[in-house]
């Protein structure tokens, strides 16, 4: 991939939103809660298959458009006022909270660990960390080897789960490949031989995992753990190798769904511009349904149509959870404006503006 091109001297306001990320978003946020929800029934052979497919490459696929989204971050004063309300603030709301209810049910964690994000709120973690080092990456010669060699090397040592660390450096190779995309590159894949490959490709690999899954360990999926612990229990050439495994499996699934996803405009578009609102959410209905309900202990008697059930319901949550009713209310509080913490923002010079407009 090229170099990225300079950065302008001021950053423009926002432009108008692509209708084909968010229509990529729609459909990974709807792997995403099925994923999670299928959580419980892993034990099940039938359930197992399909969320190893999807772990294999929903996170990348997600990371690869945060990273593309994020490529002309500069850190001015709108871009940090911005990662506040919408990183720092629900990264701080949603840890605080779920682990409160996690103690409340499981006594778990003890002592509480809030820069330790324990499920949801990793990805708000790694986005601000990621985000904050998009300069640096676009400053180094060859940033995207220097991304996988860390990702490739981060399971050789101990490294604490402040901010989830582990799993930020871990995923860093599809973030940084992200800021090098570009709309040109995202248009190629639209090619019809192309788009067939990727089809075959995905439903190949579904297939595989489907028959093949029941003697995998999943916490592979997972990227948070040294190779040697328990239960990877790999040396470390056995570790870089399976982790090098994922970064290209997981690569070119993204980029055999990204094919796929549609370019015009639909109601999908609406939907996937509230995907926030339902990744922050849809945590809770879990929890509530596994714990106060003991919903998923009651449907795991019942087999593979307690999954499938259990998948057609995850669609139906994610789709409520992305309409604007639910994105009126909760915007407040998951984006708050944060007038009374900063500073009014400057009015831009002549020179600026022509500058910004220039770039």
């Known amino acids: 991939m090229s170099a990225l091109d300079p ?40 359930a197992r298959g399909v969320y190893v497919w999807i772990y294999a490459f929903h ?7 945060s990273g593309y989204t994020a490529r002309r971050y500069m850190g001015d004063a709108r871009q940090v006022r911005r990662i506040v309300s919408t ?28 820069l330790s994000p324990q499920w949801l709120a990793w990805f708000m973690a790694a986005l601000f960390v990621w985000r904050l080092t998009t300069p640096i990456w676009r400053a180094l010669k060859y940033p995207i080897t220097t991304s ?36 040109e590159r995202f248009e190629r894949l639209a090619d019809t031989r192309i788009r067939i490959a990727s089809a075959l490709l995905l439903g190949g690999s579904f297939a595989v995992c489907y028959l093949y899954s029941a003697d ?4 592979w999926l997972l990227w948070k753990q040294r190779y040697d612990e328990d239960p990877l229990g790999a040396t470390p050439l056995e570790g870089i190798t399976q982790r090098a495994e994922l970064l290209v499996v997981g690569l070119v699934l993204t980029f055999a769904a990204l094919s796929l996803v549609p370019r015009r405009r639909s109601w999908t ?27 998923f202990d009651r449907l795991e008697q019942y087999g593979a149509p307690a999954a499938a ?13 992305m309409t604007k009713l639910v994105s009126t209310v909760f915007r ?10 900063f500073r009014p923002e400057a009015e831009a010079k002549p020179a600026e503006k022509k500058a910004a407009t220039a770039g």
């Open 309 to 321: 059930l259990t998948m057609v319901v995850a669609v139906v949550v994610a789709n409520l959870l």
């Open 59 to 65: 996170m990348p696929f997600f990371i690869l458009i």
């Open 216 to 219: 995998w360990t999943l916490d």
């Open 148 to 183: 996988i060699a860390i990702s490739l090397l981060v399971g050789l040592i101990e490294v604490p789960n402040v901010l989830a660390l582990p799993k930020i450096l871990g995923f860093l190779p599809f973030y940084v490949i992200g800021l090098h995309m570009s709309r």
């Open 269 to 295: 578009t609406l939907m996937g511009s509230r995907t926030f609102y339902c990744y922050l959410l849809h945590g809770y209905i879990i929890l509530l349904l596994r714990y106060q309900f003991e919903v």
């Open 332 to 341: 407040p509080i998951f984006e708050p404006r944060l007038t009374w913490l």
């Open 87 to 114: 990183l720092v603030v629900p990264y701080l709301i949603v840890e605080i909270s779920m682990q409160m209810i996690m103690r409340h049910y499981t006594d778990e964690p003890d002592p509480y660990m809030f």
């Open 7 to 46: 950065l302008p001297m001021t950053t423009a306001a926002p432009k108008e939103r692509v209708a084909y990320l968010d229509n990529a978003r729609y459909w990974v946020m709807l792997l995403v809660v099925i994923g999670h929800s299928l959580t419980q029934f892993v034990a099940m052979d039938s």
